[in-house]
Every structure is written in C-alpha cells, then in structure tokens.
C-alpha cells in the first residue's frame, strides 16, 4: 500500500523524528508499539500495522543494533568452574531473579566472572549483551552519577539525543520504557552504591542485570547476591602458571607459598605472575619479599595495577568512624577477632560497634562470620597496619590496645576459674567481664583451645606496648592450660616473655611466680637441669618479696625438679616439708600434688608402702577430673613397680575411663600405655601391643624423661 507520505510528512504526522524513522527504516532502531499505532493512523492502514507490531510478524532485530558488547575475557580466566556453572544457571533462571550482584574485596575477579558467565549464556538472549564501567571504584575516575548510567544506556539503545529526557526522571521512565519486553544482558561492572543503577534496575523486563561491585549492595532487596572469595590454593597455583609461562617457578612448593602470600587474591596472582614475565627476579627472592609484611605491598605492583591502591579506593571512600576501625583491627594480633574484643579495641558499645562492623562488612573490607568473628584477608591486614593504622592517633592507638589486653585477661581469668576452680591466681583487679563468650568449664576449655594462639600473641602485644603487670598476669593464668594440653613451646615462650617484664617491673613476687611457672615448663619438657635453676632463682626472688606462699611452692617445684634428675632422697624430703604446710594451710590441691610426689619418689627408693599410702591418699582427696586421673596412674604406677601386675591393670583402667570424663587425650593415653605395659609384663605381648597401639592414637608425646610409662615402654625388653 502506498499512500505517497514522504519521511518528512510521516513524522511530523506521527510526532517521531524523521531521524529516528530512518533508523527504523534502515533495521537500525526497534518498532515500539506507540510508533506502530502512530504510523497506522498517519497511513490510514486499518490496523494492519499495530497487528504485525503485537503478532511479532514485523522483521524482528536486537535492540542496541544487535551489539555484544561484553569486553574479552581474557585467555586467563581460571579456576571458578563451579561458581561459573553456578552463575550461568542463574543467569538463565525465571524472571522474578532478573536482578544479580556479583560482589567481593578488591581484585577478587568478579568482573572477569561475571563477564565469562554473560557469555556463556550471550545465546539465550537476542537482544544483546552491553557492558557498562560506572567506575565506582575506579582509582582517580569520578563514578557515574545515577543520570550518566541512565543516559549512556539509553544512547546504546538507540534512543536520540533529542528525545532524551532532561531529567532524571525522565530518564529512568524511559530506560524502563525501552527494556520492556526485550532480552538483554547488562553488565553494570565497578559499582558503588544501589542508588547508582537503581532506576536500572527495578524495571519490569525479561532482561537480565548483573552487577559487579566491592559492596554487598544489600539496598537491592529484590536481587540476588553472589560473593565471590579468593581462589582455592591449587586454581590460585593455575593462575600463576598460567600468566607467568614459562618464566613461572619450577617447584611446586614456591609457587604455593607464593600464592599464599597473595593471599590468592587473583589481583595479586597476576602482579606477581606479571614480575615472572618482565624478568629480573628469582622465585626465592620475590617470595622473600612476599612473605615479609613491610614489603610484600610493594611487590604487588607492576606500574598499572598496585593491590594497595585498589585497597585505598575502598578505604577512602569511608567515613571517619570506619577508618579509625579497620586501623584499630591491625592492632588484633590475629586476622580472625571475636566480637568482643573488637568492641574493646574501638572502646564502643556493643550497638556501635556492630554497625561499624557492618558497614565494613558490606564493603567488603572485613568479613564477619555467624560465630561472631571479625576477619581481615590477610593483604587487607596488611594494608590496614601500613595506611590506615598511623592514620589513628598514637594515644589512640595505645588506649586501645589496653582495652584490648584488659578484656582478654579479664576473659581468661574467668575461663580458668571455670576449669581449674581451686587453683591460685594473682589479682589482676580487673572486673569480671559482662559477657563471656561461654557459660560451664567445657565451653571455657573450648574457649582457650580456641584462642591460646591469639592470648600467647597478646603477652607479647602486652609487654612491647609497657603493660608489664598484665603481660606476665596472662602468663600466669596461660600456665594451667598449656599445662593440661601439654603446650610446651608456647609455655616457655610466653613465660620468657613475662619475666622480662616481671623484671622490668620491678616485681620480685611477679618475677618469682614466672620463674617458678618457667621452671614447671622444663621439667615437662624433660629439662630438668634447666628446671631446677629456675626453682632455685624462684625462690630468692620470693624471698626478695617476702612472699612465704611462693617460697614453698618454689620448693615443690625444686623437689619435683631433683625427682626427675634422679635424686629422689632430697625430693622426698623437700616434699614431706610442703606437704606439712599444704595440710596446715588447707590448700587441697596442693596437698595432692605433693601426695603424688612423695609416691613417685618413695618408688624410686622401692618404698612401696609408703608410695601406695600417698597415691592412695592422693586419689581420695583429688577434686578435679584431671587430678583423679593422674591419682589413679599413679596409684597404678606403684602397683606396678611393686610387680602386682593385676593390680595395676585395674588401676590403669581407672585411669583411662577417669581421664576419658576429664577430656584429657594425654592422661588417657598415658593409663594405655601402663595397660600396655601390665600386658607385655605379663607376657601378654599381642595384648600389649593392642594397648600401645590405642595409646598411639592419641597422637601426644610422652616424655620418657618424666613419665614412668613411657619410660618403661621404651625399654629394650619392651622394644622387641
């Protein structure tokens, strides 16, 4: 049908511009409907062409010219093979999920995820796939205003500048207008707020949005959410062989501390990968310069991409509050703290602390977890220590890690008197804390399994920031634990600690109950000779604080110290002594531990009366699991001594189910290993070795040097 209208005339007959017509006459633009009506109209056709509009039977075309305009993925996109099927599958998913964000830290390779993901599934959607940076955390870029994202998504759909709405407004009614009814992909990459795209998003459309951002973006109600962490270590090794060629290390073992130290964040993977390439570094030296925290930022950089500057926009971007925070999280010297220690770094409530912690959260900056754990990536650490922390004032600075070693040693305190209930501990006078992250002797014992690590750390924290007093106070309360758990090398290392700043404070009592504390820790480590010259400087620093509690039980020590050196007529005799004073000043506990003493030395000397006489006593008078346990071993150990075989099986058996209650792997495995040894004394030896095999198990070491059992276990006799 011709009705003889120029382009000219239908235009202005139908109120579109004769460029815009042109467009569509040349495939080049969409027919809407409103056009299709207007056109009907103008040329008089009956319906005709609103009805090819409705039937889909006009000449169908994709909107933005058909434009895939998805950037190159790159030829090293790898790993992420689940969350890329993951992500696909929700790409692909009903209507009502048209919304996503792909969100994670800094250099986590969301956009080389999200990219890879539009294209595997670009097929599905025939009206094109476009890409939009709106630079929200792009290092020295202004980010998009919500009106720029709008206009330049409408130019891409091929609406003309003239009829382009002035106001935002406008804007977003017509992006919503010109998505409806179309299957497209947008990628809306480097996000940094919902308010940014939010006229994008909350059209009706059968397109898909995916939007990449350092947030969370949790203002998007009705979107989707897809975190996306750092690399597994072997896809992580990958990376780096695959960037670096050739050039990358040979040994399997450096390249997966070098990825380690890169924290595998895929950014920092391919900086290092990228110094491989340029030459000029060997694997060993530029993992040495990884590995050592004041330079490891600066060797994750290659000119263009630095991980401290992607770091920085982030940090930048916060408020005041914020940033004083994540300083303040460097000073935890682990990179996981619990809630309440972060509430006593910032010194805040619990409701304030929570919100800042949130807002970090969201920016992906820390990681909180449903435990109740703060935690900072370990480069994010790093970053924190080196710009945001000197950002904090020193006084600050100080307070707080006060407050810090203040809360943990009140959190201590309080989980051993829960586990340890009649043991002696100095006053700290430090309150009893509010909230204890437990409430019986298991949670408590769980606590400290937990978090010895970061205490053991905080000893030190303590001394090098001058807190004397409360560095060798956590010490000493630390003791009974390591003690328990058989935690040698911390023990003595924390100890070592505290002594320099029980001396540096001038505090005899202080610098006597450490050395006797040191002095318990070598005995267990098999060192006696070491041992008894710390019991022997225990007690002239006591004497020094006319402290007459302490000198007695530096010389508890001292006996039980010469025991195991072999001179077990003196340390019988200094334990009858304490034992004395243990019974006239009603410390229980005390009295048992001396009662096991003189059992283990009255063996020594074949006294075998005397020795079950003590054990005996010592297992009817002990309070704590723990104690019952080591009672009854050693109450079997004389029986065993003595050659009464059956008797000390009972005895160990005793031990075992005794220990077993207590929660105690290294006494259990100690009553084994003297059942094992009843067996193979009894010539028993598929019995025995059944025994020692269970003992093994345990996976603990039992020192022959202070342990009867194993000493005897290891005899050549035994030993077959």
Known sequence: MSVGM??????????????????????????????????????????????????????????????????????????????????????????????????????????ALAVAAARRVADTFPDGCLFFDLRGHTPGAVELSPGEALHRLLRLLDVPADQLPADEDGLANLVRDQLRGRRMILVLDNVRSAEQIRAITDGETSSRILVTSRGRLPALDDAWHFPVGVLPPADAVRLLRSVAGDHAPDEDEVATEIVRHCGRLPLAVRIVAARFVAGGWTAAKLRDRLADETTRLGALEDGERSVASAFAVSYEALPGDQRRLLGLLALHPAAAAETGSVEALAGLDAGEADRLVDRLHDAHLVVRDERGYVELHDLMRTFAARHALPQVEPEDRDIAVRRLVEHLVAITVAADELVEPHRFRPPTGLPAPAAAPFSDADGALA????????????????????????????????????????????????????????RAAADPGATGMILNNLGMAHIEAGDAGTAVRCHQQAQEQFALAGDDRGSIDALSSLAWARLYRGEAEPALAD????????????????????????????????????????????????????????????????????????????????????????????????????????????GNRPEAERWWAEADAYRVTLNPAVLGEAEYRSRPAFAE
């Open 575 to 682: 334990l009858r002594t304490v034992l004395a004073v243990y019974r006239r000043t009603g410390r229980t506990r005390n009295v048992v531990i001396a009662l096991r003493g003189i059992a283990l030395a009255a063996v020594a000397l074949g006294r075998f009366p005397e020795a079950l006489a003590a054990a005996e006593e010592a297992s009817g008078l002990a309070q704590l699991p723990v104690d019952r346990a080591m009672s009854a071993s050693c109450e079997a150990w004389v029986h065993f001594r003595a050659g009464r075989w059956e008797d000390a099986s009972r005895g160990y058996r005793r031990a075992a189910e005794v220990a077993d209650d207590a929660g105690s792997e290294y006494e259990r495995a100690r009553a084994l290993t003297g059942l094992g040894n009843a067996s193979a004394a009894r």
């Open 6 to 111: 120029s382009l000219t005339g239908l235009a202005a007959s139908v109120h579109f511009t004769k460029g815009y017509l042109s467009k569509v006459e040349n495939g080049k633009a969409r027919v809407n409907r409103e056009l299709a009506k207007a056109c009907d109209q103008a040329l008089g056709a009956g319906g005709e062409l609103l009805a090819l509009v409705a039937e889909s039977a006009f000449p169908a075309r994709r909107s933005a010219g058909g434009i895939v305009g998805l950037p190159d993925g790159g030829r090293y996109f790898v790993g992420r093979e689940t969350e890329l099927e993951t992500l696909s599958a929700l790409l692909l998913g009903p209507d009502d999920a048209r919304v996503g964000v792909v969100h994670g830290m800094a250099g986590a390779g969301k956009t």
């Open 447 to 502: 606590w400290l399994g937990a978090q010895w690590p970061v205490l053991a750390d905080i000893v030190d924290s303590a001394a090098r920031h001058g807190l004397y007093d409360r560095c060798w106070q956590l010490a000493f309360v630390l003791r009974a634990f390591f003690f328990r758990e058989k935690l040698f090398e911390p023990w003595i290392r924390t100890h070592e600690r505290a002594l320099e700043a029980a």
